[in-house]
Structure formats: structure tokens, C-alpha cells
């Protein structure tokens, strides 16, 4: 592999050279860097600054669905989703900016013939590689992929009773953990880097009597895991929420069954809801009950007991309105910031608020804060925590029409008070399955899919920055073109692979990537 210094002589000579010979002296530069580094060319797009255009992401004749986020290398991002007429898992990865890196612009990770799709898992570990777990037919496969593209190893992680609903997470020792159903209980299965399993028969969680089905997978400390169930008697008794510690040797040092998050109500049917670490070995739960319809936070902490009670602790004091779909945050002041979506029953009048809980009792009063207050309108839906500028911040689907849903993202401070309310997608269609990460330079990214209509799907992409505006994130010189802080042969490999074309590489802003980018390069990397 060629050192910094041996890059930077090797592009330095291409300025001695006439026209015809640097064009030759750049095509072999750029078949060699990219094949000593191993970056791929990277397509042309990024996240956009309109609010009216958003990144599509993967835009085709078919249903282009549920995305998925797990961390890139150089702050970029991996996304998965499913696409094409049999629900094929693809993945692709984006730098920092939202550019595609892969030449393909993204991989087919299994070609399937299913007619509906179910859940499934993304993650990614220390080394940037990927993993995805999946439904094929009856079994459950879990497929790695390297930071350029390439597919490392595909397995099946189900046993002979087959599995449902894959989920994946990677532990902090670096171990793949893939979970999902089996018959009525859920298995676990703990995998190496080259995908070897540590279990013969991976890790049974179950209930005699009861069905116990994995809802989601998250690491804890030491190895260990935390795996979320939905737990339940009869197809139409009350559903609650079991969490599981699983450690590195298969021990489970929880209760048998799982704890339980809650006793007092039900989960709405096919509802899973997802949760975060505590940071400190635990988990923060939230959920919505379905008769009534209200809004509830638990901390379960490492040694498997709830902290809010036996059933948690509603997100305010009233239920006259209902309250579903939350979602949670922690922010980095340690207290826990749920919002969700609000509704006057039998009225066309909706809303989205919050509730910031610090040691489990609410901070914005009883009833929380408006984030958008209740209003007649179509709906507003898909209340999604985030953190912005080190702040809070709340994306939310604000729908005037049945085709039509706006975007948008009320940013608070601690105190409650929405600071400013800003446009991120009005583009025209529907829009829902949103997902909020935290990006680098302390802005957001946020996904999602959507359509002209209610029926057709792709999926679309927005970064919003610590500023409050949308698109890429503020470079400190423009000749970082991954975004990761450095300027050095990662970027000079970006700028050769699209040489002569707009886009990435074209720092001087002329519309071509050409000598005077490079030479720009060159002095800031020397700089």
C-alpha cells in the first residue's frame, strides 16, 4: 500500500507533465490509489439544502422500503432497505456529506421472491464492517459487509424449527449478536468477526405457557446484550414488555422470564416498540398502551430492576387525549426526553408534544410541551427524538391531506421551549417510517420513505445541521471532501475517481473536477 508521502510525490508530479500526458499520468494515479486504499468511486449526491428536494436515496418503479441506519467509517452512514418486487435486502453507505461511496451506488445483499416484508436488523461494528439479518423463506441470515462493498460472509443463524423477524446489534467486545423468533419463544446467537457462532444452539429466551417474542437488541456492558421481548398468554390478552440480559458466555442474570418493563395494560397489537442504553449497563423503555391510549418511560438498570415503578411512569398526569408512539432520547445531560403524537378523540385535531424525565419524574410539567400544538389538520404523526447542537430536537410528520405530509423538526432547550421550527421535507407525497441519528458536528440525519402517493415508496434522506439549516455538514476546508476532519489520501482518492465530472472533488466550485482541485488538495493536505 502506497504511504501519505508516496501519494502526495506521485500526485505532485502530475503538474510537470504536459495536458496529454497528465491525463494519462491521472487515470493510472487513479487506478492505483483506488486500488491500494480501496475506495470505490463515489456517486453524485448529497444531502440536500431544499427542503422541497430531499436526497433520494433509492428512487424505482418498485416499493423501495423500510430503512435502516448503522454507522459508516469518516461519520458516514450505511442504510439498508428493502426494494425491487420480491422485497430484495439491499445496502448502500454514504460519506458525510450523503454521497453514495460504492460505484454500484449500492449492493444487493439477497435477491427474494416474498410478496410482504417483516422486520429485520442493521448494525455495524468498529472496523466499519456491516451486518444485516433477515427472513429468507423460514430461515433467519445474517450477511457481513466490508467498508468497500464486498460481501465478507453469509450465514444462517435459525436451527430446523426455522425463525422469523432477524434483529441484529454488535456487543462493545466486538461480537455479533443476531436474535429472532422461533415458534414462540425467541433464540439469540452470538457470532465472531468471521461469522463462527459460540453457541451450538444459541440462547433460548422463553416462558412456559406464554409466547415471548424479541421486539429489539441493543449491547449493554462486558459483552453482554439487553434483548427486549413482547410477552404474551393468549392472542387476544394483554401484551407487555420482558427485557433479557444475555452476558458473553450465554448466562442470563436476569430473571428467568425476563423483567418485566410493565404489568399495568397492553401493548396495540403488532406494536414492538424499540429501546435505548442507559450508558450505564441498563435500558430506557417507552411504549404506549392501547386501552387507554397513553404514553409511558421505564430505566430497568444493569442488575435487571425497574426503576419507575412496577409499571413505569406516564408521560403526564391526564389521559382525557391520547397519546401514542413515543420516542426517546437521552440527551447529554443524562436526563431522558420522550415525545409523541397527541390526539382529541373523535376530533380531527392533532398534536405532537413532550416530557423530559430526570430520576423519574417529569421536568415539563404535567402534561409535557407542545412541539406543535393541537390543531385541526389531517394529522401529525411520527413524533421522532433526536439531538441537535447538543440540544433536543423533535422531527415530526405534519400532514395537511391524506397525499400529502410535511416534514419538520421543532428544536427545544432544556427547559422546554421550542426554540425555532424548521422545514426539512414539503417535497409532494406521503412520508412516514421516520428514523433520526445523531450525525457528526453535532447535527442530525434523518430517513425515511415515502411517495407521490399511498402507494409507491422510496426511501429519502435530510441532514440537519447544528445551525438549523439543511445539507451537508460544514466542512472546515473545503478540500475535506469525506467530512472526517483530515484532509489526506481518503480525499485525494475521492477527487481522482471523478475527475473531469461535477460534484465531489470540485473544490474551486467551477463545475469541473480538474487540475486546479487537485493542486488545491495538494496544499491543503501539505498545509
Given at each position: 500500500?502506497?504511504?501519505?508521502?508516496?501519494?502526495?510525490?506521485?500526485?505532485?508530479?502530475?503538474?510537470?507533465?504536459?495536458?496529454?500526458?497528465?491525463?494519462?499520468?491521472?487515470?493510472?494515479?487513479?487506478?492505483?490509489?483506488?486500488?491500494?486504499?480501496?475506495?470505490?468511486?463515489?456517486a453524485?449526491?448529497?444531502?440536500?439544502?431544499?427542503?422541497?428536494?430531499?436526497?433520494?436515496?433509492?428512487?424505482?418503479?418498485?416499493?423501495?422500503?423500510?430503512?435502516?441506519?448503522a454507522?459508516?467509517?469518516?461519520?458516514?452512514?450505511?442504510?439498508?432497505?428493502?426494494?425491487?418486487?420480491?422485497?430484495?435486502?439491499?445496502?448502500?453507505?454514504?460519506?458525510?456529506?450523503g454521497?453514495?461511496?460504492?460505484?454500484?451506488?449500492?449492493?444487493?445483499?439477497e435477491?427474494?421472491?416474498?410478496?410482504?416484508?417483516?422486520?429485520?436488523?442493521?448494525?455495524s461494528?468498529?472496523?466499519?464492517?456491516?451486518?444485516?439479518?433477515?427472513?429468507?423463506?423460514?430461515?433467519?441470515?445474517?450477511?457481513?459487509?466490508?467498508?468497500?462493498?464486498?460481501?465478507?460472509?453469509?450465514?444462517?443463524?435459525?436451527?430446523?424449527?426455522?425463525?422469523?423477524v432477524?434483529?441484529?446489534t454488535?456487543?462493545?467486545?466486538?461480537?455479533?449478536?443476531?436474535?429472532?423468533?422461533?415458534?414462540?419463544?425467541?433464540?439469540?446467537?452470538?457470532?465472531?468477526?468471521?461469522?463462527?457462532?459460540?453457541f451450538?444452539?444459541?440462547?433460548?429466551?422463553?416462558?412456559?405457557?406464554?409466547?415471548?417474542?424479541?421486539?429489539?437488541?441493543?449491547?449493554?456492558?462486558a459483552?453482554?446484550?439487553?434483548?427486549?421481548?413482547?410477552?404474551?398468554?393468549?392472542?387476544?390478552?394483554a401484551?407487555?414488555?420482558?427485557?433479557?440480559?444475555?452476558?458473553?458466555?450465554?448466562?442470563?442474570?436476569?430473571?428467568?422470564?425476563?423483567?418485566?418493563?410493565?404489568?399495568?395494560?397492553?401493548?396495540q397489537?403488532?406494536?414492538?416498540?424499540?429501546?435505548?442504553?442507559?450508558?450505564?449497563?441498563?435500558?430506557y423503555?417507552?411504549?404506549?398502551?392501547?386501552?387507554?391510549?397513553?404514553?409511558?418511560?421505564?430505566?430497568?438498570?444493569?442488575?435487571?430492576?425497574?426503576?419507575?415503578?412496577?409499571?413505569?411512569?406516564?408521560?403526564?398526569?391526564?389521559?382525557?387525549?391520547?397519546?401514542?408512539?413515543?420516542?426517546?432520547?437521552l440527551?447529554?445531560?443524562?436526563?431522558?426526553?420522550?415525545?409523541?403524537?397527541?390526539?382529541?378523540?373523535?376530533?380531527?385535531?392533532?398534536?405532537?408534544?413532550?416530557?423530559?424525565?430526570?430520576?423519574?419524574?417529569?421536568?415539563?410539567?404535567?402534561?409535557?410541551?407542545?412541539?406543535?400544538?393541537?390543531?385541526?389538520?389531517?394529522?401529525?404523526?411520527?413524533?421522532?427524538?433526536?439531538?441537535?447542537?447538543?440540544?433536543?430536537?423533535?422531527?415530526?410528520?405534519?400532514?395537511?391531506?391524506?397525499?400529502?405530509?410535511?416534514?419538520?423538526?421543532?428544536?427545544l432547550?432544556?427547559?422546554?421551549?421550542?426554540?425555532?421550527?424548521?422545514?426539512?421535507?414539503?417535497?409532494?407525497?406521503?412520508?412516514?417510517?421516520?428514523?433520526?441519528?445523531?450525525?457528526?458536528?453535532?447535527?442530525?440525519?434523518?430517513?425515511?420513505?415515502?411517495?407521490?402517493?399511498?402507494?409507491?415508496?422510496?426511501?429519502?434522506?435530510?441532514r440537519?445541521?447544528?445551525?438549523?439549516?439543511?445539507?451537508?455538514?460544514?466542512?472546515?476546508?473545503?478540500?475535506?471532501?469525506?467530512?472526517?476532519g483530515?484532509?489526506?489520501?481518503?480525499?485525494?482518492?475521492?477527487?481522482?475517481?471523478?475527475?473531469?465530472?461535477?460534484?465531489?472533488?470540485?473544490?474551486?466550485?467551477?463545475?469541473?473536477?480538474?487540475?486546479?482541485?487537485?493542486?488545491?488538495?495538494?496544499?491543503?493536505?501539505?498545509?
Amino acid at each position: 500500500m502506497c504511504t501519505e508521502f508516496e501519494v502526495r510525490v506521485c500526485a505532485e508530479r502530475v503538474f510537470g507533465h504536459p495536458a496529454e500526458m497528465r491525463a494519462f499520468s491521472l487515470r493510472v494515479l487513479t487506478y492505483s490509489l483506488l486500488a491500494a486504499i480501496g475506495f470505490p468511486v463515489v456517486a453524485h449526491a448529497q444531502y440536500a439544502t431544499d427542503a422541497s428536494a430531499p436526497l433520494a436515496i433509492r428512487a424505482t418503479t418498485s416499493d423501495d422500503v423500510q430503512p435502516k441506519h448503522a454507522s459508516a467509517p469518516n461519520g458516514g452512514s450505511y442504510l439498508s432497505y428493502f426494494s425491487g418486487t420480491g422485497y430484495d435486502v439491499r445496502l448502500t453507505r454514504l460519506d458525510a456529506n450523503g454521497n453514495a461511496v460504492w460505484k454500484a451506488g449500492d449492493l444487493l445483499i439477497e435477491d427474494r421472491t416474498n410478496s410482504s416484508t417483516t422486520d429485520y436488523g442493521l448494525a455495524s461494528d468498529a472496523l466499519g464492517n456491516a451486518y444485516v439479518a433477515y427472513e429468507v423463506g423460514s430461515s433467519i441470515i445474517c450477511t457481513s459487509v466490508s467498508p468497500e462493498g464486498a460481501i465478507r460472509w453469509r450465514k444462517t443463524v435459525s436451527f430446523a424449527a426455522g425463525g422469523s423477524v432477524g434483529r441484529v446489534t454488535v456487543a462493545n467486545d466486538g461480537f455479533i449478536w443476531v436474535a429472532f423468533i422461533e415458534g414462540s419463544a425467541t433464540r439469540v446467537q452470538r457470532l465472531d468477526v468471521d461469522g463462527n457462532p459460540s453457541f451450538p444452539l444459541g440462547i433460548l429466551l422463553n416462558e412456559t405457557g406464554a409466547s415471548m417474542f424479541c421486539a429489539d437488541l441493543k449491547p449493554s456492558e462486558a459483552g453482554a446484550i439487553i434483548v427486549s421481548c413482547v410477552r404474551y398468554v393468549t392472542f387476544s390478552g394483554a401484551k407487555i414488555l420482558r427485557a433479557h440480559r444475555v452476558n458473553a458466555d450465554g448466562t442470563k442474570p436476569w430473571a428467568a422470564a425476563g423483567t418485566s418493563v410493565f404489568t399495568t395494560g397492553s401493548l396495540q397489537f403488532g406494536n414492538f416498540p424499540t429501546f435505548i442504553p442507559d450508558g450505564a449497563g441498563g435500558a430506557y423503555f417507552t411504549w404506549y398502551t392501547s386501552s387507554p391510549l397513553q404514553c409511558f418511560a421505564q430505566r430497568v438498570n444493569a442488575a435487571g430492576a425497574v426503576q419507575y415503578g412496577t409499571s413505569g411512569i406516564a408521560v403526564t398526569t391526564t389521559s382525557t387525549t391520547e397519546r401514542v408512539s413515543p420516542s426517546m432520547v437521552l440527551g447529554g445531560d443524562g436526563r431522558l426526553y420522550v415525545f409523541w403524537s397527541q390526539h382529541t378523540p373523535n376530533s380531527s385535531i392533532y398534536g405532537v408534544f413532550g416530557q423530559c424525565f430526570n430520576g423519574g419524574l417529569r421536568q415539563w410539567g404535567d402534561n409535557g410541551i407542545a412541539v406543535a400544538p393541537l390543531a385541526t389538520t389531517y394529522s401529525r404523526t411520527w413524533a421522532t427524538a433526536a439531538r441537535v447542537n447538543g440540544g433536543i430536537a423533535c422531527y415530526y410528520d405534519d400532514s395537511p391531506s391524506a397525499t400529502q405530509d410535511n416534514i419538520r423538526c421543532g428544536l427545544l432547550n432544556t427547559k422546554g421551549a421550542v426554540t425555532s421550527t424548521i422545514d426539512v421535507a414539503v417535497n409532494s407525497g406521503v412520508k412516514y417510517r421516520l428514523l433520526a441519528v445523531d450525525g457528526m458536528d453535532d447535527g442530525s440525519l434523518l430517513f425515511w420513505q415515502g411517495g407521490a402517493t399511498t402507494g409507491a415508496s422510496d426511501v429519502f434522506g435530510a441532514r440537519l445541521n447544528a445551525d438549523g439549516t439543511l445539507g451537508p455538514p460544514p466542512a472546515s476546508n473545503p478540500a475535506d471532501l469525506n467530512g472526517d476532519g483530515a484532509i489526506d489520501a481518503a480525499d485525494l482518492s475521492l477527487l481522482l475517481s471523478n475527475w473531469g465530472a461535477s460534484g465531489v472533488g470540485d473544490i474551486d466550485g467551477d463545475g469541473t473536477v480538474g487540475a486546479a482541485d487537485l493542486s488545491a488538495l495538494l496544499a491543503a493536505w501539505m498545509a
